[in-house]
C-alpha cells in the first residue's frame, strides 16, 4: 500500500465525469488500499479514484459516528439515491464541508439529509446503503466525485467569489496541483 498525491482544484480528473469499472482486477484492488491508506494519512472521511488521478469510479469511506461506532467501506460504480432538499440556507455550523481536493477550508453547503446508495465491492457483491445525516453528506460528497463536480462547485455566489481568492492566491485552479498527506504542510 502506498499514500497517494491528492490533486487539487482545477486538475483536469477532477472536473470531468470518471468511468465505470469494467472488471475489477488486482490493480483495482491495489488502488482501493493505495485509496485507503491516503484517505487514512490525510485524514478524511472519504476519497474517490479521481482525487488520486484515477477517472474510475471508486470510492472509499470511514467515519466514526457520535457512538463511536465505524462505517468503513469501498463502492465500485455507485449509483446514488437522495430525498430532496429541504428549502432554505445551510447552517454553518451544522452543515459545513471540506474536501481533500481544496484542502483546508471549509464552506456551508446544504445536502440532502437522506440518500439510498448501490454498487459492488471489491469481491463483485452488491453493496446497498441507506444512511441519513453526516453519511448521507459523504456519500453525496463522494460520488460528486465521480460526476467531476468538486462541493466548491455547489457554493453560493458569496462562497464561490472567497473560494475563486484562495485558489488565486494559492496559485491553485490549474493541471498538476497535488498535495502529499504526510508530506505537505496543509491543513485538510
Known amino acids: 500500500m502506498a499514500v497517494l498525491p491528492i490533486r487539487i482544484m482545477g486538475d483536469p480528473v477532477l472536473h470531468a465525469p470518471a468511468s465505470p469499472v469494467a472488471e475489477i482486477t488486482d490493480d483495482i484492488r491495489s488502488l482501493v488500499a493505495d485509496m485507503f491508506e491516503t484517505m487514512d494519512a490525510a485524514p478524511g472521511v472519504g476519497i474517490a479514484a479521481p482525487q488520486v ?38 447552517d454553518p455550523d451544522e452543515e459545513s464541508e471540506g474536501c481533500l481536493s481544496f484542502p483546508g477550508e471549509r464552506f456551508p453547503l446544504r445536502r440532502s439529509d437522506a440518500a439510498l446508495l448501490t454498487g459492488v465491492d471489491l469481491d463483485g457483491e ?4 441507506e444512511v441519513t445525516g453526516w453519511r448521507a453528506r459523504i456519500l ?11 462541493y466548491i462547485d455547489r457554493l453560493d455566489e458569496e462562497d464561490s467569489r472567497v473560494v475563486a481568492k484562495i485558489a488565486r492566491k494559492r496559485k491553485w485552479g490549474k493541471p498538476g496541483a497535488a498535495w502529499m498527506p504526510g508530506v505537505d504542510d496543509i491543513e485538510a
Open 53 to 90: 488521478g484515477v477517472g474510475l469510479r471508486i470510492f472509499t469511506y470511514s467515519y466514526e459516528d457520535d457512538e463511536g461506532a465505524p462505517w468503513r467501506g469501498v463502492v465500485i460504480n455507485p449509483e446514488l439515491w437522495i430525498r430532496p432538499l429541504e428549502p432554505g440556507y445551510p
Open 126 to 129: 452488491p453493496v446497498r446503503i
Open 140 to 150: 453525496q460528497h463522494e460520488f460528486d466525485h465521480l460526476d467531476g463536480v468538486l
